[in-house]
């Protein structure tokens, strides 16, 4: 009886940390989709959200789940102007390119220089907020569960849930999609273009903003924390489908899951190689995903 | 024409000079060792470029060549007692079977695509030597890395108790990988690989095998990586997964092209020693300020080449150049030398 | 009786239910020069596509040089012998006139100035010497249409594909097209050419073959194809002031 308490904890564990995975991905594939450009300052943004989360926590002493009413607006804005004033004009110069990979170096470049700045002003060490959430655990049904995880699981699914609603049913979620299908065609029917393209960077970033406090009562942060968060990122954007939030979604419960059963076996470090080599797989076989057409890429 | 080229030649003899010339004043070891590395950067970021920068594929991955060739030489030099200076090609071997291994199911991705197959190649690759501590016979060190087994003065096996002899293999490295680039850049390869970076449809319809083409230049550019690599670990002495096979050293070398422009001869070069000179100037009069502000300058000196400069340093240089040369920004007076070597 | 160059029979893609070239037969003499007519969509370009190696057949079967290539890479037909141009233009924009041609050039040779001297060749064939050292991507629509036959014709091909090479140009630039293309066929290249400039098409080609829907609905003379019934039908959505001229 305690092993199969044991090995649901671990379930439970490996599909909220996949959620986590899922709703980072999802303003990657929003980003990727729309926009048709790899954001390698993803990664770096979300540990921006994480420290400008911790330290706002540290100096206000605010719930951290309260702090995402002002944290995400504000990566919202901090993605509408980096996309605005950097990427944009990269974006634009590159638009005769055949493979614009202008655009993918200077957001690697970004990353670069967010990740220092938050070394030079935050410092090096390691920091968690610690809040009474953090050591908390709930009992259902004589399972124990980590609390901080519990609720984790539970904001990524209800914000992925609402973002698919909102792209599918809202004016700006058609206005989003349009622009990924044929911006072209986009542009001729009045759409703001260029425009739309800084929302859906701002929304991307947003969405890493609610990540980042779900992650925070029990992850340790870093300057460098945002790296490997990426790279599981694009693996779960290539896994579920270029575009497709459910295959967002469902892709990083799969990711979670791997590595969390994975972890009952053999080291952390060997699961990301085989998360790392399913990638691969999916890469040279089918590249579409679970979710994503076949002429999408 | 005639003055054209003797210009050229008076050029190449003038820097070649200067260069030889240099440790005869600069002798501090850590300056030494400083400018060392900078050669040895311009020398990585053009290797780098035979294959990514000719053929226009983004590799992030790149270190896992250079990992290759240190690590086999390496260890066949600890365990074994061979000699770097034979080891050295048996890793580049390694490294151009890799090459090609990798290369035959991802040439078909696009750009982007590709660039994350050789993320998770590169990344997959430090994790694998972190989690190996022997590799059959061989000692690999896993995550505490491999030290190279000091001989004291030992030229046969590429140890030095001066800086010197360094800075002279780099020098002489440095050469001999821009001749080739330069000879492979006006080969039937070289056009083969800028006609298929434009457009490789338009490539397979006159006659060109695109994925071979792509496959020999890969292989070119992870022979001279892995040798680079060895290089790398005979100089610093110490091999650590991260710093050879990881985003560090893959991310640099694609930088140092970038900033010097991609596709040409001179740019990695040009890349390579001034952003590498600059970043450690930085690092030396200001690195006590703050943790990591060396780098923060050195991302935002990339940022602002790629929205500014996307052609690079040898875009900028190339005006001055041409002046120089006499000759107008076309380089209508030479026909013989490709309008994008920039040399 | 010699064999055709170029032959293709029962040649049919479908693309999962839209059958885009249907059971075509053709065929190619050595030194002639033919037309592929047919309005917009009718698959003319497909069969290019099919001819050349970039699409592969669900059924039938093309022969060049008594050969079967069918299914073959482009880049292996090319070597073959056939060489095409695209319908939009795919010059290497930041390659020199000459190094664009020399690409082609180097299909038979590895050595830079074999390929070199070829390249002059074809430059000087179709009149482009004056822009031999400007960047591909200044020139001009027209320039760029003869960039494209240049590059293919430095690959010494036994036959030329080309597509819709007139489209674009205005009637001075169309008339020194059709003295080139007369040229490139009277010094022994075979011509297979699609287009949609009529007048022109029938002052180069002395066979015709039109295409409908994916299937042939005519073939034969100038004068026979443009008096026919069926191809008048066919083109009365499209141009039918361009066949009654």
Same mark, same amino acid.
């Given at each position: 009886?305690?092993?199969?308490?044991?090995?649901?904890? !671990?379930i439970?564990?490996?599909?909220?940390?996949?959620?986590?995975?899922?709703?980072?991905?999802?303003?990657?594939?929003?980003?990727?989709?729309?926009?048709?450009?790899?954001?390698?300052a993803?990664?770096?943004?979300?540990?921006?959200?994480?420290?400008?989360?911790?330290?706002?926590?540290?100096?206000?002493?605010?719930? =951290?789940?309260?702090?995402?009413?002002?944290i995400?607006?504000?990566?919202?804005?901090?993605?509408?102007?980096?996309?605005? /004033?950097?990427?944009?004009?990269?974006?634009?110069?590159?638009?005769?390119?055949?493979?614009?990979?202008?655009?993918?170096?200077?957001t690697?470049?970004?990353?670069?220089?967010?990740?220092?700045?938050?070394?030079?002003?935050?410092?090096?060490?390691?920091?968690?907020?610690?809040?009474?959430?953090?050591?908390?655990?709930?009992?259902? %049904?004589?399972?124990?569960?980590?609390?901080?995880?519990?609720?984790?699981?539970l904001?990524?699914?209800?914000?992925?849930?609402?973002?698919?609603?909102?792209?599918?049913?809202?004016?700006?979620?058609? +206005?989003?999609?349009?622009?990924?299908?044929?911006?072209?065609?986009?542009?001729?029917?009045?759409?703001?273009?260029p425009?739309?393209?800084?929302?859906?960077?701002?929304?991307?970033?947003?969405?890493?903003?609610?990540?980042?406090?779900?992650?925070?009562?029990?992850?340790? !942060?870093?300057?460098?924390?945002?790296?490997? /968060?990426?790279?599981?990122?694009?693996?779960?954007?290539?896994?579920?489908?270029?575009?497709?939030?459910?295959?967002?979604?469902?892709?990083?419960?799969?990711i979670g899951?791997i590595?969390?059963?994975?972890?009952?076996?053999?080291?952390?470090?060997?699961?990301?190689?085989?998360?790392?080599?399913?990638?691969?797989?999916?890469?040279?076989?089918?590249?579409?995903g679970l979710?994503g057409?076949?002429?999408?890429? | 024409?005639?003055?054209? +080229?003797?210009? +050229?030649?008076g050029?190449?003899?003038?820097v070649?000079?200067?260069?030889?010339?240099?440790?005869?004043?600069?002798?501090?070891?850590?300056?030494?060792?400083?400018?060392?590395?900078?050669?040895?950067?311009?020398?990585?970021?053009?290797?780098?470029?035979?294959?990514?920068? /000719?053929?226009g594929?983004?590799?992030?991955?790149?270190?896992?060549?250079?990992?290759?060739?240190?690590?086999?030489?390496v260890?066949l030099?600890?365990?074994?007692?061979?000699?770097?200076?034979?080891?050295?090609?048996?890793?580049?071997?390694?490294?151009?079977?890799?090459?090609?291994?990798?290369?035959?199911?991802?040439?078909?991705?696009?750009?982007a695509?590709?660039?994350?197959?050789?993320?998770?190649?590169?990344?997959?690759?430090?994790?694998?030597?972190?989690?190996?501590?022997?590799? %059959? =016979?061989?000692?690999?060190?896993?995550?505490?890395?491999?030290?190279?087994k000091?001989?004291?003065?030992?030229?046969?096996y590429?140890?030095f108790?001066?800086?010197? =002899?360094?800075?002279? #293999?780099?020098?002489?490295m440095?050469? #001999?990988?821009?001749?080739?680039?330069?000879?492979? $850049?006006?080969?039937?390869?070289?056009?083969?690989?800028?006609?298929?970076?434009?457009d &490789?449809?338009?490539?397979?319809?006159?006659?060109?095998?695109v994925?071979?083409?792509?496959?020999?230049?890969?292989?070119?550019?992870?022979f001279?990586?892995?040798i680079?690599g060895?290089?790398?670990?005979?100089?610093i002495?110490?091999?650590?997964?991260?710093?050879?096979?990881?985003?560090?050293?893959?991310?640099?070398?694609?930088?140092?092209?970038?900033?010097?422009?991609?596709?040409?001869?001179?740019?990695?070069?040009?890349g390579?020693?001034?952003?590498?000179?600059?970043?450690?100037?930085?690092?030396?009069y200001f690195?006590?300020?703050?943790?990591?502000?060396?780098?923060?300058?050195?991302?935002?000196?990339?940022?602002?080449?790629?929205?500014? +400069?996307?052609?690079?340093?040898?875009?900028?240089?190339?005006?001055?150049?041409?002046?120089?040369?006499?000759?107008?920004?076309?380089?209508?007076?030479?026909?013989? *030398?490709? @309008?994008?070597?920039? @040399? | 009786?010699?064999? &055709?160059?170029?032959?293709?029979?029962?040649?049919?893609?479908?693309?999962?239910?839209?059958?885009?070239?249907?059971?075509?037969?053709?065929?190619?003499?050595?030194?002639e020069?033919?037309g592929?007519?047919?309005?917009?969509?009718?698959?003319?370009?497909?069969?290019?596509?099919?001819?050349?190696? *970039?699409?592969?057949?669900?059924?039938?079967?093309?022969? /060049?040089?008594?050969?079967?290539?069918? %299914?073959? &890479?482009?880049?292996?037909?090319?070597?073959?012998?056939?060489?095409?141009?695209?319908?939009?233009?795919?010059p290497?924009?930041?390659?020199?006139?000459?190094?664009?041609?020399?690409?082609?050039?180097? !299909?038979?040779?590895?050595?830079?100035?074999?390929?070199?001297?070829?390249?002059?060749?074809?430059?000087?064939?179709?009149d482009?010497?004056?822009?031999?050292?400007?960047?591909?991507?200044?020139?001009?629509?027209?320039?760029?249409?003869?960039?494209?036959?240049?590059?293919?014709?430095?690959?010494?091909?036994?036959?030329?594909?080309?597509?819709?090479?007139?489209?674009?140009?205005?009637?001075?630039?169309?008339?020194?097209? !059709?003295?080139m293309?007369?040229?490139?066929?009277?010094?022994?290249?075979?011509?297979?050419?699609?287009?949609?400039?009529?007048?022109?098409?029938?002052?180069?080609?002395?066979?015709?073959?039109?295409?409908d829907?994916? $299937?042939?609905?005519?073939?034969?003379?100038?004068?026979?194809?443009?008096?026919?019934?069926e191809?008048?039908?066919a083109?009365?959505?499209?141009?039918?002031?361009a066949?009654?001229?």
């Amino acid at each position: 009886m305690m092993y199969k308490m044991e090995s649901l904890s !671990v379930i439970v564990n490996g599909i909220s940390m996949g959620a986590i995975y899922g709703l980072i991905a999802l303003g990657l594939t929003l980003i990727f989709g729309i926009m048709k450009i790899i954001n390698f300052a993803h990664g770096a943004l979300l540990m921006l959200s994480m420290m400008l989360s911790y330290w706002a926590w540290k100096f206000t002493g605010i719930n =951290p789940y309260l702090l995402i009413v002002i944290i995400a607006p504000l990566m919202f804005v901090v993605g509408y102007v980096t996309e605005r /004033f950097f990427i944009k004009p990269v974006l634009d110069a590159q638009k005769d390119v055949r493979e614009p990979i202008a655009v993918l170096l200077l957001t690697a470049a970004l990353a670069i220089v967010l990740e220092n700045l938050s070394l030079m002003v935050f410092g090096g060490d390691y920091v968690m907020a610690k809040t009474t959430v953090t050591d908390a655990t709930l009992v259902f %049904g004589g399972v124990t569960l980590s609390a901080a995880r519990f609720y984790a699981l539970l904001i990524a699914v209800v914000v992925s849930g609402g973002f698919y609603l909102f792209l599918q049913y809202s004016e700006l979620g058609r +206005k989003l999609r349009s622009c990924g299908q044929d911006r072209n065609t986009a542009s001729l029917m009045g759409i703001n273009v260029p425009n739309t393209y800084a929302i859906a960077f701002g929304i991307g970033t947003a969405l890493l903003a609610v990540a980042a406090i779900t992650l925070l009562p029990f992850y340790y !942060v870093h300057p460098t924390v945002g790296g490997v /968060f990426m790279t599981k990122a694009f693996i779960v954007v290539v896994l579920g489908g270029l575009g497709s939030v459910p295959g967002a979604l469902l892709g990083g419960i799969i990711i979670g899951l791997i590595e969390s059963i994975g972890a009952q076996y053999m080291t952390a470090t060997l699961t990301t190689v085989i998360v790392y080599a399913i990638f691969l797989l999916i890469l040279f076989i089918k590249p579409s995903g679970l979710f994503g057409s076949r002429l999408e890429w | 024409m005639d003055a054209v +080229k003797t210009k +050229k030649i008076g050029l190449v003899v003038l820097v070649v000079g200067l260069a030889l010339v240099i440790p005869m004043f600069v002798t501090k070891p850590y300056y030494l060792h400083v400018i060392t590395m900078c050669l040895l950067w311009a020398y990585l970021a053009s290797s780098w470029n035979l294959f990514c920068g /000719f053929a226009g594929q983004l590799s992030l991955g790149h270190g896992v060549f250079a990992a290759t060739g240190a690590y086999v030489a390496v260890m066949l030099f600890n365990d074994y007692n061979l000699s770097p200076w034979i080891g050295m090609f048996i890793g580049a071997g390694a490294a151009v079977l890799l090459s090609i291994l990798i290369g035959y199911p991802t040439f078909k991705l696009r750009g982007a695509y590709y660039a994350l197959a050789t993320v998770a190649i590169g990344s997959g690759a430090v994790v694998l030597i972190e989690n190996t501590q022997t590799l %059959g =016979p061989f000692n690999m060190g896993g995550a505490e890395g491999l030290i190279i087994k000091l001989m004291g003065n030992a030229p046969a096996y590429f140890q030095f108790m001066t800086k010197q =002899p360094y800075y002279y #293999i780099a020098l002489i490295m440095l050469i #001999i990988i821009v001749i080739f680039a330069f000879w492979l $850049k006006n080969s039937r390869l070289g056009y083969y690989l800028s006609a298929l970076k434009e457009d &490789p449809e338009a490539a397979a319809a006159l006659g060109i095998n695109v994925r071979n083409a792509k496959l020999v230049a890969a292989a070119y550019s992870a022979f001279f990586t892995a040798i680079g690599g060895v290089f790398y670990a005979m100089l610093i002495r110490y091999l650590e997964p991260h710093a050879i096979a990881g985003p560090l050293m893959s991310n640099e070398m694609v930088f140092l092209a970038v900033v010097g422009g991609t596709g040409t001869v001179l740019g990695p070069v040009l890349g390579g020693i001034t952003l590498h000179a600059i970043s450690e100037v930085i690092q030396f009069y200001f690195g006590h300020l703050a943790q990591g502000l060396h780098l923060f300058i050195y991302g935002l000196i990339v940022v602002f080449m790629i929205m500014f +400069k996307p052609q690079g340093i040898i875009e900028i240089l190339q005006k001055y150049y041409n002046r120089f040369l006499g000759i107008s920004d076309r380089g209508e007076e030479d026909n013989d *030398v490709k @309008s994008t070597s920039g @040399s | 009786m010699s064999s &055709p160059l170029l032959e293709v029979k029962e040649l049919t893609i479908n693309f999962g239910g839209l059958i885009a070239v249907n059971n075509l037969d053709m065929k190619v003499n050595t030194g002639e020069a033919i037309g592929l007519i047919g309005p917009n969509g009718a698959g003319k370009t497909s069969a290019f596509n099919l001819i050349s190696g *970039v699409y592969k057949p669900t059924h039938g079967q093309v022969t /060049f040089n008594g050969e079967n290539i069918t %299914g073959l &890479p482009p880049y292996i037909i090319n070597r073959k012998g056939i060489g095409r141009t695209f319908q939009v233009v795919k010059p290497f924009g930041s390659m020199t006139v000459l190094e664009n041609v020399m690409v082609g050039g180097f !299909v038979h040779t590895s050595k830079r100035s074999q390929a070199r001297e070829i390249a002059m060749q074809v430059i000087e064939q179709v009149d482009l010497k004056r822009k031999i050292n400007s960047l591909a991507k200044s020139l001009t629509l027209a320039d760029r249409k003869r960039l494209e036959v240049a590059k293919a014709l430095a690959t010494q091909p036994k036959i030329l594909l080309l597509d819709e090479v007139l489209a674009g140009l205005n009637p001075t630039e169309i008339e020194e097209s !059709v003295k080139m293309i007369k040229n490139i066929n009277s010094s022994g290249i075979s011509i297979l050419m699609i287009e949609h400039v009529l007048q022109a098409t029938m002052a180069i080609c002395n066979h015709i073959v039109v295409l409908d829907y994916g $299937k042939k609905i005519a073939e034969g003379t100038p004068q026979e194809v443009t008096s026919n019934p069926e191809v008048i039908k066919a083109y009365l959505g499209d141009d039918y002031e361009a066949v009654n001229n």
